[in-house]
């Protein structure tokens, strides 16, 4: 007994030592989050995260004291060290398996961290002679090596490729540190005493009380911090998914602990990414319960608008223009000069995204990627085998020539986002053409389709310059707003220069102008887009210009699956049943706005009703409300503040759900 206690106490102390150091570390990488400007956190915030990895590494504490102790009993034997090394070395590898077979130099990296157990055992053994101090420098220099590099893979890099790598990399290196330091320490304390011990055994419980604490908190932190434990940390953030893979019972992709948010641990059909089917008595995705079928077809009449509503004279030239990453509060006055005497402008516009793929997708099937079949190709995921009907596609049908000028290799037929277009314009798939000026070679290959264009026609040009790396323009630019800003007075002066081009047939030319999504710079601690689903990445700008001349200003939420029906009406054509939006030719009733991130990034979802925000973070199935009208820069998070709002719009996104999960395709 006083063997295993002792053992536990070292255990335990050398990893609340470690967890301390890596806690303190960390708090040091990310102390720009510390700061007073836009994008740093309030006081409130700065204690969750700092409690938040305290938590992580309390639990990995609590954990590990108990391996060590193991450990160390089974190496009280020659034989039971070298196995012991030999299991420890094989399960490193066999959980980096996939990331060594892609990076061979990853191998040997975890082959030196593997060495540097056994040169410290050997160091901790003779601790007097020179070839100690020289293998405890080879163990210092060895494990400093690892983690320098762990510290450059993270740098401008994807968390999730090397998060297994950098967790086995700290658990071997803290296991070599103990065996090197441990002796030393308990020689000059006393091998056997009590009071260390039982003080050690001490800190052992406390570290998992602290984190159990904090596992069943962490739900109710700032969204911010959420984030930031999960995907901003060296340490905690492949830590914490290593422990939502380990509690992952059953496998679908949602763990319990420290906020995993799978209501359901032993159901793989239920979890905050389940299917909500209205009316079968379970709560599919972990929100607001089964929804009623009857409210879930009341919003799905409301969200596809009057349908009662005739439509008018059948307009035969329709231009759709979308522009790269055009923020809601960029401005084209020249464009407007252009077409603002005859456009509604949409002040509280949405994009379905904060991704050019998925967007795309809404604008052209008015239905939201997740109702879509993609499939991986290259570097992209695309809708390959998607069997919903396309924009084009329906006005081809009804005669129209249709054509698709945009540029980016993304959008080639053979990805299938751009299916049903008669002509479709790309450029080659070479970073020095992608990155270099598109306005010119995008306005020449549109002026000559249109040239030889008869009407009825549908074109569809995209703007691809404002998108990031921000190029030179010839204009004096400090930051990167400032760059930014330049490509969107360029874009506006070569959007002018393409409509010019069109003479006097743009009198009767009806024209959508729109982004596929906005641009961060800093506002929440993020920059380009793809990341967050706030304001800067979503609230897009959104003009409709039709030739009778309608103008004014709308301020009612509209979406991206609204732009499709919208040019249907124009073209005089009946939409499909598959298509989720409203036509934006009539007054509009306020009905939910829903976004989502991209199929490819951290799942989160997005709800706008009115004046009221919802994000919800499916990773822990968080949710985080904003009032847009006192706080237009999402600074306030008000779940802890208004519960019946909260429960509302929880019960608003679980019914929008439903309605997608069982719409027509």
Not at 185 to 210: D, F, K, N
Request: charged content about 20%; overall charge negative; some cysteine.
């Amino acid at each position: 007994m006083i063997e295993l206690l002792l053992g536990l106490a070292r255990g335990a102390l050398s990893a609340c030592v470690v967890a301390f150091l890596v806690t303190a570390s960390e708090l040091w990488w990310i102390r720009g989050a510390f700061s007073d400007g836009p994008s740093g956190l309030d006081l409130a915030a700065r204690l969750e995260l700092v409690s938040g990895i305290a938590g992580v590494q309390a639990f990995v504490a609590f954990m590990l004291a108990p391996l060590v102790c193991i450990g160390a009993w089974f190496s009280r034997s020659r034989i039971g060290r070298v196995g012991v090394w030999v299991a420890c070395g094989l399960l490193l590898f066999l959980l980096n398996h996939d990331l060594v077979s892609r990076k061979p130099w990853v191998g040997l990296l975890l082959l030196a961290a593997m060495v540097a157990v056994p040169i410290g055992y050997r160091c901790a053994r003779t601790p007097k002679s020179g070839w100690t101090r020289a293998m405890v420098g080879t163990l210092v220099v060895v494990g400093g090596v690892a983690l320098v590099v762990n510290a450059l893979l993270l740098r401008g890099t994807n968390l999730g490729q090397h998060q297994t790598l950098i967790l086995c990399t700290w658990l071997v290196w803290i296991t070599a540190a103990w065996l090197a330091i441990w002796p030393r320490l308990m020689r000059a304390a006393g091998t056997r005493h009590v009071r260390l011990t039982w003080l050690c055994c001490g800190l052992w419980a406390a570290a998992g009380l602290y984190a159990w604490q904090i596992s069943a908190g962490v739900s109710q932190m700032d969204p911010r911090v959420r984030f930031s434990l999960r995907a901003g940390l060296p340490a905690t953030s492949p830590t914490l998914a290593f422990f939502d893979h380990v509690s992952d019972v059953d496998g679908d992709g949602h763990a319990v602990w420290f906020g995993g948010g799978d209501c359901a641990p032993w159901d793989a059909a239920v979890s905050p990414e389940g299917v909500e089917w209205p009316g079968d008595g379970v709560d599919g995705n972990c929100m607001a319960g089964d929804p009623d079928p009857a409210q879930v077809e009341r919003l799905r009449a409301a969200l596809a608008g009057d349908e009662a509503l005739g439509r008018g004279r059948r307009i035969d030239r329709i231009l759709l223009i979308t522009v790269d990453a055009l923020r809601h509060d960029s401005h084209l006055p020249r464009v407007w000069s252009k077409l603002g005497e005859r456009c509604r402008a949409f002040s509280r516009a949405y994009a379905t995204s904060h991704s050019t793929t998925d967007s795309v997708y809404s604008l052209l099937r008015s239905r939201f990627s997740s109702q879509g079949e993609f499939s991986r190709i290259g570097d992209f995921t695309m809708p390959m085998a998607d069997p919903s009907p396309t924009l084009p596609e329906v006005l081809a049908a009804a005669g129209y020539d249709t054509a698709a000028v945009v540029f980016h290799h993304r959008f080639d037929p053979r990805m299938k986002l751009t299916r049903g277009f008669d002509h479709v314009w790309t450029a080659e798939a070479r970073r020095e053409i992608i990155q270099g000026i598109a306005a010119p070679s995008t306005i020449a290959e549109a002026t000559r389709w249109h040239a030889r264009a008869r009407p009825p026609w549908f074109l569809w040009v995209h703007f691809y310059d404002v998108h990031a790396p921000y190029l030179d323009h010839g204009e004096p630019v400090s930051t990167a707003r400032e760059a930014y800003d330049a490509e969107v007075a360029f874009t506006d002066a070569k959007i002018l220069e393409f409509l010019d081009t069109l003479g006097d047939e743009l009198e009767h030319t009806a024209v959508v102008l729109t982004s596929d999504h906005g641009e961060a710079f800093g506002e929440h601690g993020t920059v380009l887009h793809a990341n967050t689903l706030f304001e800067e990445e979503l609230h897009v700008p959104l003009w409709v210009c039709s030739p009778d001349g309608s103008t004014g200003t709308v301020d009612t939420p509209v979406s991206g699956v609204d732009v499709a029906p919208t040019i249907l009406e124009w073209a005089d054509v009946e939409r499909p049943s598959s298509f989720l939006g409203r036509s934006l030719l009539h007054p509009l009733q306020p009905v939910p706005v829903r976004a989502a991130s991209g199929i490819e990034g951290l799942p989160m979802q997005a709800l706008i009703v009115e004046h009221h925000k919802l994000i919800r973070h499916l990773p822990g199935n968080a949710y985080a409300l904003f009032d847009l009208a006192d706080d237009p820069g999402e600074r306030v998070d008000l779940t802890r503040f208004a519960d019946e709002e909260v429960q509302g719009m929880q019960q608003l996104l679980d019914q929008f759900e439903a309605v997608l999960s069982t719409h027509p395709r």
